[in-house]
């Protein structure tokens, strides 16, 4: 199969603007007759939801939690990007394309790109308009920072919950059209397959959290908006219930997976405290653009913080990196965070860490400008390590924090399945082999709002109206597989819980396949899984039974999905024979940064499902006709 | 990798194995539990030792664990989320406790969140009333500038305020009257102050507060309990305002209808 990208011909800037006059309609009369199932209401899935409701189809959406509002998009605390230029520093759309492509170091696809620094001036519009609380100036105007590194204050923020505020406003969009009967949402319902007739999507199989029923849904198309798949790594800044279970059946049943080894790795989280750990915190990016990140000069060095004089600090970052300082890009941050631990000069009991300090800011400004721009995330530090961060050091590490990998879509954001859609974060498409700061907000909420209601119709204008029924035999197959494998998990019986397997699995990735790759290591985790995942086929125990409210049922399933997901990932990284963004090879470096090699990979890897643990590989050409290729460099 | 020595503690909890089951309080004892611990962290440890010696595990709701998504929902030694001050469940730790303690777990409980197993309630009837009007009637693309709306940061700020709520129903729980009044102010609170909310200003507050009552949450008595608990800390400021919503939107109703029977 040959993959297509759709990018329309043409100058960039006219690509979207055509497109759109080219597409088909369906007519306004007849839009009530098409069904769109809409799984997952983060930005993503409550953005295209509403949107779809609003032209008149007719939509159902599913989500895992009790209500569509606590997503783990809920979560995001730093902000939005869009080339609003309202600060008149030089910002444009093409500066944003231009930033974003480099950002994702030359591994994403222009056409997408472009029109993502495009309509992101629309979704701030649309936010305000729904009374988003955005952060405003004294004359009333919207304010914005700069962040991740970014050479213009392009990021629009409400306190450090821009997610929480922009998720509200979605889901406020998406709560009118479940009252105006447009929408019918399902919470605590899990999709756990995609059903496909004559080669089309065409409805999935759900299973209700609370009453173990499963159940069938048809639709003319379906959107997967079912957010990234961190927690493979067991630990991450993800919620606890994310999980790749939508995306990874979709490619079980034909949907190509791609780029599944980029992954980010945040440079300021809270460190592993214990075993007990169950999920890392995040504390925002924008602590960098005040916080100096240092360890000691000398390995080994047990004195606190306050006891290490000025001259036997390392401030490495602004040591390696003497323009952007401690502002660099996320994946060089880690790097660099991980090399000095590794160099034995780690801080803290584990000496897992760095030190993120404001004792220079504190002098500078004092303690109460310090306060108000970061109050919540200094209590959110103290809550956590009982340390009070005014007055020694926080201590940080790298965390997984999102994955740029997903489910591969066209311009058009369909998967190799037609009719059947991946938005957000479930998609690979926009962020390359590194994601910017505040750019998945912008990212989801550009697929739900302003792409999905315009490609849609383009497929759907083709598609007769005629509905299927779940008494289709197609359905009966799925439900009967899907009853199957829950039968099959709670018969095995065995004596080692789900979270030792989801830990353990965790942590051949972290070593193997997370900050810093290598051919062997890559090959050991390949085994190391495989083994894994049989063992857990013959020895996890899940108590009581599949009708009812089950948790560890549930953790089961999606682990037994992150367990074939982990080795496809392995796969991934093996196969790129490259460093780039967050998939950085030990054996392809100068001077521990990455080098990529553009004239044999600069392509997006697209796998696809030939049975468990057997892949084929296809690959789609990126094509740079406006943007050229250089070495990224932050000195 | 603490290296201080890990507490002893009795939990009874709250166990029911579903909607329509009787519950009932069960004693277990968890032992080496760090201060570092977040309170959920424990729950996992005992859950953890539960299914291996073949009993069920407790149910809770808890997703993001960084105080942000309202989903867990503890009531802890009598009070929601336990002991500290705007405080979710999943941000408490167990250095708030000490070696030897009895702690009490027990679901939100009130009639319009039912126990759907164990400390699991459902609250869809707080996006019911969210449906009933929360929101800013705008589709998708027919906007203005967001610059050509100007709001003072004041008002802004305030607004940002009501709108930090994460619709938990800790004010719900805490309440004797199982009274939504600080939810659904906060909400009514955020779009009255903002110029976008202007339009639908006095059809929002009565069909909002129409739904609450519908759902069955009680009356306010004024106790202030709902503030003192909430995570989030949103104001009584925002009953107050809720009230003179209320009553304006009453009016204004009284006096359109009036106006249309051509009185
Ligand atoms: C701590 C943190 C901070 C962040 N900060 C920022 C930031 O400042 N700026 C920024 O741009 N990005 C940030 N990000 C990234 C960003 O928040 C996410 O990438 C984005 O919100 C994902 O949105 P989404 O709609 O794709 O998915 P999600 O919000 O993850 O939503 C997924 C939805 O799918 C549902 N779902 C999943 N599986 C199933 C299934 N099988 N069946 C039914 N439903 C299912 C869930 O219930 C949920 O509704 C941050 C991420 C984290 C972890
Ligand atoms: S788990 Fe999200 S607020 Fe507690």
Known sequence: MKLESKAPEGLLAEKWAKHKFNMKLVNPANKRKYDVIVVGTGLAGASAAASLAELGYNVKAFCYQDSPRRAHSIAAQGGINAAKNYQNDGDSVYRLFYDTIKGGDYRAREANVYRLAQVSVNIIDQCVAQGVPFAREY???????????SQVSRTFYARGQTGQQLLLGAYSALSRQIANGKVTMYPRTEMLDVVTIDGKARGIVTRNLVTGAIESHSAHAVLLCTG???????????AMGCNASAAFRAYRKGAFFSNPCYTQIHPTCIPVSGDHQSKLTLMSE?????????????????????????????YFLERKYPSFGNLVPRDVASRNAKYVCDEGRGVGETKLAVYLDFADAIKRNGEGWVSAKYGNLFDMYAKITGENPYKQPM???????????????????????????????????????NRLGASALMQGLADGYFVIPYTIGDYLAGMPVTKVETSHPEFQKAEKALKEQMTKLINIKGNKTVDQYHRELGKIMWDQCGMSRSAEGLKLAKKQIRELRADFWKNVKIL?????????????YRVADFLELGELMVDDALNREESCGGHFREEYQYDGEAKRNDDEFAYVAAWEYKGEGETQLHKEELVFENVKLTQRSYK | MSTTKGMNLTLKVWRQKNKDSEGKMVDYKVSNISPDMSFLEMFDVLNEELLLKGEDPIAFDHDCREGICGMCSMYINGKPHGPWKGTTTCQLHMRAFKDGDTIFVEPWRAKPFPVLKDLVVDRTSFDRIIQAGGYVSVNTGVTVDANEIPIAKPIADEAFNSATCIGCGACVATCKNASAMLFVSAKITQLALLPQGQPERAKRAQKMVEQMDAEGFGACTNTGSCSAVCPKEISLFNIAKMNREYLTAKVTAEEEKQYAAGV
């Open chain 1, 139 to 149: 004359g009333g105007l919207l304010d914005n920072r700069s962040f991740g590194g």
């Open chain 1, 228 to 238: 990234g798949y961190g927690n493979v790594f067991f630990l991450s800044t993800n």
């Open chain 1, 286 to 314: 924008s602590l960098r653009n005040d916080g100096r990140v240092w360890v000691p000069k000398k390995a080994g060095d047990n004195r606190p913080a306050s006891q290490i004089p000025e001259d036997e600090r390392d």
């Open chain 1, 395 to 433: 201590r940080i590490y790298p965390a997984v924090h999102y994955t740029m990998g997903g489910l591969w879509v066209d311009y058009n954001l369909m998967t190799t399945i037609p009719g059947l859609y991946a938005l957000g974060e479930c998609n690979f498409s926009d962020h390359g082999a």
């Open chain 1, 544 to 556: 009581g039974t599949d009708e009812e409210l089950n948790i560890t049922l549930e953790k089961a």
